[in-house]
């Protein structure tokens, strides 16, 4: 079964681009979490999906981060306008929601640098 | 709110050495407790959890952890390494029922020399 996936990969661009990171979770998973990971912070929970409802968005660091899930298969994570402050590592983790917390799989992760 | 501390940013140790990886946690209950790997360039993979029972938890790769309430801890060992265990290590806590967020620790390095 393919796991988590996630596109692109790398992504490099200027300060002030929209970005748009892609997410598939693995079929079957009803949860779906967006991290985002850097040296200085950490591993860090941005949001998190259930049954494509928004749960806890407490981790968005502010209004120029959006995240989307239109249906079971898909979720995207903008950032708009980008800052140079974002280059990090964006990691999508989806899970079949269970009691009371069952094993979060995580993608490959996409490399984000904002110049 | 709950917290993970991770005292060791950087751990190396020889191959077939014995491993433990402290964390501590801070909570008013028992969390849920896990442990996590990244190799490089991956995404983390799950070692083992801590929901309640035995205190003495086995997972994957021959790792196990210790849950200790007196301590907060939950360390998690290996008896004898492989260099394929070069990787970093995450600790992370639940406590919410109904909400799956997890907290994570900083993360252990892990070095293994020959």
């Known amino acids: 079964d393919a796991g988590v996936i996630q596109s692109p990969r790398h992504e490099v661009t200027e300060m002030g681009q929209e970005v748009t990171l892609r997410c598939k979770p693995i079929?079957?998973?009803?949860?779906l979490f967006w991290y985002r990971q850097t040296m200085m912070r950490g591993l860090e929970l941005l949001i998190y999906?259930?049954?494509?409802?928004?749960?806890?968005d407490s981790g968005m660091p502010e209004d120029r981060f959006s995240a989307k899930m239109p249906n079971a298969s898909f979720s995207t994570l903008k950032i708009q306008p980008s800052e140079p402050r974002d280059s990090a590592v964006y990691f999508c983790a989806s899970s079949r929601a269970g009691t009371p917390y069952n094993e979060q799989f995580f993608g490959p992760g996409t490399r984000l640098t904002v110049l | 709110a709950q917290s993970v501390t991770q005292p060791d940013i950087h751990i190396t140790v020889s191959e077939g050495a014995s491993l433990e990886l402290r964390c501590n946690y801070s909570y008013g209950a028992t969390p849920y407790l896990f442990w996590y790997v990244q190799s490089p360039g991956q995404g983390l993979q799950l070692l083992l959890k801590y929901f309640s029972g035995d205190t003495l938890v086995q997972g994957i790769k021959g790792f196990e952890a210790e849950f200790k309430r007196s301590q907060s801890s939950f360390n998690l060992r290996k008896p004898s390494v492989h260099w394929s265990d070069a990787a970093e290590y995450f600790c992370?806590?639940?406590?919410?029922?109904?909400?799956?967020?997890?907290?994570f620790g900083t993360g252990t390095r892990l070095t293994i020399i020959p």
């Open positions: 079929s079957g998973h009803n949860s």
């Open positions: 992370a806590v639940g406590v919410e029922f109904g909400n799956e967020k997890l907290t």
């Open positions: 999906f259930n049954n494509n409802v928004p749960i806890d």
